[in-house]
């Protein structure tokens, strides 16, 4: 295979994954335009490509070397790895996401008497994970049958082609609406980067880098907040114990005011209304709480 100088990312066509990687992508400074049959997206500002495929492809398209790194579910990431396709040892998840979270779980009819795994023995289960299914049952050491479906797989007890089922969850809202119940959690997912163990050794590799250094600084700020506020220097350490998880907060004097303070802090996640009232308690005042929009540490 002729050797390529930019790199190549594998990502689902449509589906929940599309918007929230491109978002992504974005916020990491990537653009891109797309082709007239919307399969391929080529990348303007940096060598990165985008190519739109089936999201079941994606792992198989990262092993063949057909593209360097890929944005897919942990569950269609473990199916390939656990289904022993070409390549899929090599293959690992350099980054989890943080949005397309769902579990792939066992279900029984409601009504079910359920105890625990090994009531599965006997039992026929319909899923599109047979691998992620077929490893738990002999992790359990339970003999049940597995049967493949590639979807409605939820209905399968209805139709009695089935016993019970596994397949993903997100709300449990699918399940209810047929009769069935959650019991247990075969694998926790959602979007991850994923791609070769070893990374290319050309100019691709130092993007490859490049994107995971942007990544971690666009994943790191998502969810914090930049907090301002005022604070006497008698009050410093009451106001600092309440701050929210994060980096030690940087001081500030304020200008004719030498017994008062600046403090700016970075913190990991929301800032309640309830925890600024007991920072204002504390002390503190002239308080602003700001979204982060880019970090590079």
């Not at 990262?62 to 390549?87: H, T």
């Amino acid at each position: 295979m002729k050797p390529r100088d930019r790199l190549r990312i594998a990502m689902q066509k449509s589906g929940r994954l599309t918007e929230p990687a491109l978002d992504l992508l974005n916020r990491c400074g990537l653009t891109f335009r797309q082709s007239r049959d919307k399969l391929f997206c080529f990348g303007e500002g940096e060598p990165v490509d985008l190519l739109l495929v089936r999201d079941d492809d994606i792992p198989g398209l990262i092993a063949q070397g057909v593209c360097d790194l890929g944005i897919v579910g942990r569950n269609v990431l473990n199916e390939f790895k656990n289904g022993a396709g070409n390549g899929a040892a090599s293959l690992t998840e350099w980054r989890p996401l943080g949005f397309g979270r769902c579990r792939l779980s066992v279900a029984v009819p409601q009504d079910m008497n359920y105890n625990g795994p090994e009531d599965l023995a006997g039992l026929r289960i319909a899923t599109s994970y047979p691998a992620l299914l077929g490893t738990w049952l002999r992790e359990k050491g339970v003999d049940a049958g597995v049967i493949t479906l590639a979807g409605s797989v939820e209905i399968a007890p209805k139709l009695g082609t089935a016993d019970v089922i596994c397949d993903l969850v997100q709300s449990g809202g699918t399940l209810v609406a047929n009769q069935l119940r959650e019991t247990d959690v075969l694998l926790e997912s959602e979007a991850v980067l994923a791609g070769p163990e070893t990374l290319p050794t050309d100019e691709r590799g130092d993007m490859v880098e490049l994107l995971l250094k942007r990544l971690d600084g666009v994943i790191q700020v998502r969810e914090s907040r930049l907090l301002l506020l005022q604070t006497s220097r008698t009050s410093l350490e009451a106001v600092t114990r309440l701050l929210p998880g994060g980096p030690q907060p940087t001081l500030l004097p304020v200008a004719g005011q030498p017994d008062q303070l600046m403090l700016q802090a970075l913190c990991a996640g929301e800032v309640s209304w309830r925890q600024l009232e007991e920072i204002k308690k504390a002390g503190a005042r002239e308080m602003f709480v700001l979204p982060v929009e880019k970090m590079l540490a």
